[in-house]
């Protein structure tokens, strides 16, 4: 796999896109999107793009990459939001649902 330098971050030319296959309601069965996971592992890529405004797919993400989140960049996205504190909410869901402490890149989406 390639790489290229994202500031200090060396991520995967190839990343998943998280919108169709991982927007699943919280009964899903994951084994379909760990398998996904399985594969990027396998083929070295590292970098996964979601979103909070992609229903459930970050957690479900969050649920696939548990035990493996040093494995991943993760890239979320923030809509703008003329309303105080909106984006500071954006982002304390977004770190809910990966369950993780940090996420590695963020984006403005407008």
Same mark, same amino acid.
């Given at each position: 796999? #390639? ?5 200090? +971050?060396? @991520?995967? @030319?190839? !990343?998943? !896109?998280? &919108? %169709? $296959? ?5 009964? $899903?069965? &994951? $084994?379909?999107? %760990? ?7 396998? #083929? ?13 797919? #970050? =957690?479900? @993400? ?6 493996? %989140? ?6 979320? =996205?923030? %809509?703008?939001?003329? #309303? ?6 954006? *982002?304390?869901?977004? /770190?809910?649902? /990966?369950?993780?402490?940090? *996420?590695? +890149? ?5």
């Amino acid at each position: 796999m #390639e790489y290229r330098k994202l500031g200090n +971050l060396d @991520v995967s @030319v190839i !990343g998943l !896109g998280t &919108l %169709r $296959a991982f927007d699943v309601t919280e009964d $899903a069965d &994951l $084994a379909p999107r %760990r398998h996904i996971i399985d594969n990027l592992l396998i #083929e070295d890529i590292n970098f996964i793009d979601s979103a909070a405004m992609y229903g459930a797919a #970050e =957690k479900a @993400v969050g649920l696939t990459i548990e035990g493996r %989140r040093e494995s991943f960049h993760l890239a979320t =996205k923030v %809509r703008v939001n003329p #309303e105080r504190g909106a984006g500071e909410n954006q *982002i304390s869901e977004s /770190f809910a649902n /990966f369950n993780t402490d940090f *996420i590695d +890149l963020f984006q403005v989406q407008t």
